[in-house]
T-cell receptor, first 116, second 112 residues
Framework: GAGVSQSPRYKVAKRGQDVALRCDPISGHVSLFWYQQALGQGPEFLTYFQNEAQLDKSGLPSDRFFAERPEGSVSTLKIQRTQQEDSAVYLC??????????????FGSGTRLTVV | GQNIDQPTEMTATEGAIVQINCTYQTSGFNGLFWYQQHAGEAPTFLSYNVLDGLEEKGRFSSFLSRSKGYSYLLLKELQMKDSASYLCAVALFSGGYNKLIFGAGTRLAVHP
């Protein structure tokens, strides 16, 4: 596609519910990143995929967070047993190679998760 | 740890010039990026500096001093549509790939 697509755009979950957030990166992009952005803050790194391999998951806040990219294209971020502190915008970004080109990463518009 | 500092908020007048500063202390450096983010939208790329000096791109310019761990974004001829958050991000190279670490962002309000 022309850009990075994320769905759903908004998600309201009851505390304790499991959620799945989807990211469709730009076709052919090797690198895929997930970031978490709290209100009024900058994006915080969660995890990184190079094709289907998850090379870095150091930013995942707990074992309730899980991400996958089984075929090296679409990625899903899953949050189990959601808590109120999980409320944030989850951003996905992709890049052609293993690092930002001169044009950085291309971000999706994000999924705004609200846990009630 | 990684530390990237930028002012929380700034205000400016339409048609004026504003400079947004960013200082960083990171373990490693492989370039500095500036992104613009309107409320509820995706961050969009503005500029990239990897060498010291000034990069100019239309109304926007970005400066980098690696020895001082300092960058600024200069916006000229401000327009109302420039009201947004501006994110400073440092690229860190580790494990064979680059990772962007972001500051908290600077919210710029442009008024008539």
């Amino acid at each position: 596609g022309a850009g990075v697509s994320q769905s759903p755009r908004y998600k309201v979950a009851k505390r304790g519910q499991d959620v799945a957030l989807r990211c469709d990166p730009i076709s052919g992009h090797v690198s895929l990143f997930w970031y978490q952005q709290a209100l009024g803050q900058g994006p915080e790194f969660l995890t990184y995929f190079q094709n289907e391999a998850q090379l870095d998951k150091s930013g995942l806040p707990s074992d309730r967070f899980f991400a996958e990219r089984p075929e090296g294209s679409v990625s899903t971020l899953k949050i189990q047993r959601t808590q109120q502190e999980d409320s944030a915008v989850y951003l996905c970004a992709s890049s052609l190679g293993p690092g930002p080109t001169d044009y950085g990463y291309t971000f999706g518009s994000g999924t705004r998760l609200t846990v009630v | 740890g990684q530390n990237i500092d930028q002012p929380t908020e700034m205000t400016a007048t339409e048609g004026a010039i504003v400079q947004i500063n960013c200082t960083y202390q990171t373990s490693g450096f492989n370039g500095l990026f500036w992104y613009q983010q309107h409320a509820g939208e995706a961050p969009t790329f503005l500029s990239y500096n990897v060498l010291d000096g000034l990069e100019e791109k239309g109304r926007f310019s970005s400066f980098l001093s690696r020895s001082k761990g300092y960058s600024y974004l200069l916006l000229k001829e401000l327009q109302m549509k420039d009201s947004a958050s501006y994110l400073c991000a440092v690229a860190l190279f580790s494990g064979g790939y680059n990772k962007l670490i972001f500051g908290a962002g600077t919210r710029l309000a442009v008024h008539p």
